[in-house]
């Protein structure tokens, strides 16, 4: 028996079932993939954006240094903290392939230790997430006989890590004890 696509209405309430079926504002519903997010650099001119070829993982490292700020009369016996100077970095890996131009671009910046303007990318939503400069610390490539051909490289941050407008990040309060107080997103905005 065939159901006439007017009938099927009457089991739909309103949209989406008020939300039984299908929750499109759940985090999962917005949650992003990792394969989606790439790691990019421009050339020497910055007219051209180019993806890093063979890219297979991807860590962005965000980190303050810890500054103590106990004295005799700080409560409770348990040693007090600020954040101070931060800094990034990014962990990349991936296949080796030879001729790419990005892979050329880095063992350029590498060899000549020059910095080189990077940017993370959500290619699903088709815009940037962070980006800035920095200089590749670390390019080693590995090549196990049993396995592919891999480059790792580390990138370290030589200023601030942008976010750019429109970005949702995930914000954590923590304790002086480095334990999360509260969590929230915030979406960032660009003023002028």
């Known amino acids: 028996m065939r159901f006439n696509r007017f009938l099927l209405q009457l089991f739909a309430d309103n949209a989406f079932d008020g939300g039984a079926y299908c929750d499109f504002?759940?985090?999962?519903?917005?949650?992003l993939a990792g394969?989606?997010?790439?790691?990019?650099?421009y050339n020497?001119?910055?007219?051209?954006?180019?993806?890093?070829?063979?890219?297979?993982?991807?860590?962005?490292?965000?980190?303050?240094d810890s500054i103590e700020i106990t004295s005799k009369d700080t409560a409770g016996g348990w040693k007090s903290k600020i954040a101070g100077?931060?800094?990034?970095?990014?962990?990349?890996?991936?296949?080796?392939?030879?001729?790419d131009e990005a892979h050329s671009i880095l063992s350029e910046s590498f060899e000549n230790s020059e910095p080189v303007c990077?940017?993370?990318?959500?290619?699903?939503?088709?815009?940037?997430?962070?980006?800035g400069l920095a200089v590749i610390t670390d390019y080693p490539l590995e090549a196990p006989y049993d396995d592919d051909c891999m480059s790792m490289d580390t990138w370290n941050g030589e200023a601030e890590l942008a976010a750019a407008s429109g970005e949702r990040l995930l914000i954590v309060e923590c304790t002086s004890e480095g334990k999360a107080r509260k969590a929230g997103i915030a979406t960032v905005t660009i003023q002028e």
Request: charged share 30%; no cysteine; glycine share 14%.
């Open 25 to 31: 504002s759940s985090s999962a519903a917005k949650a």
């Open 35 to 41: 394969k989606d997010i790439r790691l990019a650099v």
């Open 44 to 64: 020497a001119d910055g007219s051209k954006l180019i993806a890093i070829g063979g890219q297979k993982g991807l860590t962005i490292n965000r980190s303050a």
């Open 85 to 99: 100077m931060k800094e990034w970095s990014i962990d990349n890996d991936g296949l080796y392939v030879p001729g």
């Open 118 to 131: 990077i940017k993370v990318i959500d290619g699903k939503r088709k815009r940037g997430m962070f980006g």
